[in-house]
């Protein structure tokens, strides 16, 4: 079974279509470096339309339903079982610096729990969504975590502190990569929190960590990961909504992440 609920089905096709803007936008970042103004303006309305986009399509189609958004905040429904969590542009720096790796992130929350997530990869064009019960999938295809037991073989990525972070911040993440190079096959670093959990759903990560996210750079992302048979878990044992240090992986490896993780924590923290 590869169809997603009507909302399910609601939520992708508010992606796609704050999709279609973003690619319009992204086309022209490169021909921004040289103006006067500078990209990062233009980036912000791309972020600013994306999401007036989603909001839009979500609103028509949810009336009532409640929404947590990277820009708008806090918009307080009728509906107090339902939340649309959204991050319209996942992979600022990365749609900023002309790469083509980022996304749109569309969770929802139902009585509370993490629902139904959809990530979508718009230059690659890839729709990543689960639900509850209805499994991971790429298109057509179901996801599932890789299989990988041994951290020697594992390829993890992870976000780096950004500008602003604390020192203590900044020092922890160099101990936790003194930490993990040794031992794992490869890190990564993207810089797209969502389409690192799509990643770790799609078996072509083995886990990914990061700190101090925020709830819409994961919240799809979440039930990607659980609906494709992988963990997710706080890194120091919170609620990762709240604190938004994440790690995610397959069952038998997420514990060696973490222990090896703590080992950095050994040699200090913030
Ligand atoms: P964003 O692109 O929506 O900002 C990468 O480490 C992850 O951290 C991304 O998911 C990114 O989401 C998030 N992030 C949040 N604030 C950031 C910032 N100021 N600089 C870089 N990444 C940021
Ligand atoms: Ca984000």
């Not at 009336?63 to 009728?78: A, I």
Request: one cysteine or more.
């Amino acid at each position: 079974m590869s169809k997603p609920s009507p909302v399910g089905t609601v939520m992708i096709k508010a992606a796609r279509d704050a999709g279609r803007s973003l690619a319009r936008d992204f086309g022209e970042v490169e021909h921004l470096q040289v103006s006067r103004k500078g990209p990062a303006d233009f980036v912000s309305n791309a972020d600013h339309r994306a999401e007036d986009i989603i909001y839009e399509s979500l609103t028509k189609a949810r009336p009532g339903y409640g929404f947590l958004m990277e820009e708008r905040g806090v918009v307080e429904g009728t509906d107090k079982s339902n939340r649309f969590i959204v991050d319209p542009l996942d992979g600022t720096l990365n749609f900023l610096h002309g790469q083509p790796h980022y996304a749109v992130s569309i969770g929802l929350e139902r009585e509370g729990k993490l629902f139904c997530g959809v990530v979508y990869d718009v230059a690659k064009n890839e729709i990543f969504w689960a639900e509850t019960g209805r499994g991971a999938w790429l298109d057509q295809r179901k996801l599932m975590v890789a299989g990988r037991k041994r951290i020697e073989e594992a390829v993890i990525a992870t976000g780096t502190p950004w500008v602003g972070k604390s020192e203590g911040a900044h020092r922890r993440f160099a101990q936790e990569m003194a930490s993990m190079t040794p031992v794992c096959a490869g890190i990564r670093r993207y810089g797209s929190a969502a389409l690192d959990l799509a990643y770790v759903a799609a078996g072509r990560f083995d886990g990914f960590w990061e700190r101090g996210l925020k709830p819409w750079d994961i919240a799809a992302g979440i039930v990607l990961v659980r609906e494709a048979g992988g963990h997710v878990e706080e890194l120091d044992g919170g609620d990762v909504q709240t604190t938004g240090n994440i790690l995610a992986a397959n069952e038998p490896l997420l514990p060696k992440i973490k222990d090896q993780l703590r080992h950095a924590k050994a040699f200090g923290e913030d």
